[in-house]
């Protein structure tokens, strides 16, 4: 069973904060993906990663930065947090290739910004 | 851009009722699709999935086709029970050149006994 451990579990900062939620799945997968769960938004794609080094884009990008420092390794950084990134973070990890895009989730990180 | 409509936010069923979950996508190319369920206080797990038109995906009682004709992949389950209560998600992708999954808003169960 793919295994993807999120840590802190939960964190409160205040507006302007820095703010490094991590990332480690030992399953050896090719992507690894943020997500942000809002009520009435469901999960939003912040960034995703194929690979040590690489970083994409996702489709709610502004405020945060994302560094996959190793295979196993992927973190979100929000360098100046403000109260509108108060949410659940989830991270998650894929394999590629026919059959195998499914998606391992951790059990989220609840961010609060004061 | 690509995107997954889910139309019921909530669902509130009896236990035994019918279950049909709705589910459309929008798609320049030929996605994967996916079911997935996520239960209180966890991170959302893999249902099931369905790659090509027509083919059937099915896990614990669920099941959806793939429709490229009308776009759909609605989940479905002949008789609920109140351990079902959860969010219900349905993603396509990856496809390619096309490496990200997206998610719809997520349909929340509700199963009385």
Known sequence: ???????????????????TLSCRQTNSHNYMYWYRQDTGHGLRLIHYSYGAGNLQIGDVPDGYKATRTTQEDFFLLLELASPS??????CASSDRGMGAETLYFGSGTRLTVL | GDSVTQTEGQV??????????????????????????????EGPQFLFRASRDKEKGSS?????TYDKGTTSFHLRKASVQESDSAVYYCALGPYTNAYKVIFGKGTHLHVLP
């Open chain 2, 12 to 41: 509130a069923l009896s236990e035994e009722d019918f279950l049909t979950i709705h589910c459309n996508y929008s798609a320049s190319g030929y996605p994967a699709l996916f079911w997935y369920v996520q239960y209180p206080g």
């Open chain 1, 1 to 19: 069973e793919a295994a993807v451990t999120q840590s802190p579990r939960n964190k409160v900062t205040v507006t302007g904060g820095n703010v």
């Open chain 1, 85 to 90: 990134q108060t949410s659940l973070y989830f």
């Open chain 2, 60 to 64: 614990r009682g669920f099941e959806a």
